[in-house]
């Protein structure tokens, strides 16, 4: 069974940085192509970025670009999100999920629809 277990959320203050992770088990012989993704208060889910099983990205948050960083060691390893300058506005829910494809064209508002299996999510809190 496909599982994803998020962690490396908590609470930080404007400006810091925390680096999410997300390990995936019972892959088996599938490289998925993986995304994160957010739930802020008041808004939809929302698409963060997407690492391809090669290493390839896609940024889709707009917001995001420049401050968080995406990145995977191996097709089958942890899926990693490092986020810099964190804003109060980064609140939220983060998940990581399985996805049909990176390249599918998608938006930040969009690509929740593509996700496949997700994890449970951690919780991030960017506060003084």
């Known amino acids: 069974q496909l599982l994803l277990v998020e962690s490396g959320g908590g609470s930080v203050q404007p400006g810091g940085s925390l680096r999410l992770s997300c390990e995936p088990s019972?892959?088996?012989?599938?490289?998925?192509?993986i995304g994160w993704f957010r739930q802020v208060p008041g808004k939809k889910r929302e698409g963060v970025s997407c690492?391809?099983?090669?290493?390839?990205?896609?940024d889709w948050l707009d917001s995001a670009k420049g401050r968080f960083h995406i990145s995977r060691a191996a097709a089958e390893g942890p899926v990693y999100l490092l986020m810099k300058r964190l804003k109060p506005d980064d609140t939220g829910d983060y998940s990581c999920?399985?996805?049909?494809?990176?390249?599918?064209?998608?938006?930040?508002?969009?690509?929740?629809?593509?996700?496949?299996?997700w994890g449970q999510g951690t919780r991030v809190v960017v506060s003084s």
């Open positions: 690492i391809s099983a090669s290493g390839r990205i896609w």
């Open positions: 019972g892959l088996g012989l599938r490289h998925p192509d």
């Open positions: 999920a399985t996805v049909e494809g990176c390249d599918l064209g998608m938006t930040a508002t969009t690509a929740p629809t593509a996700a496949i299996h």
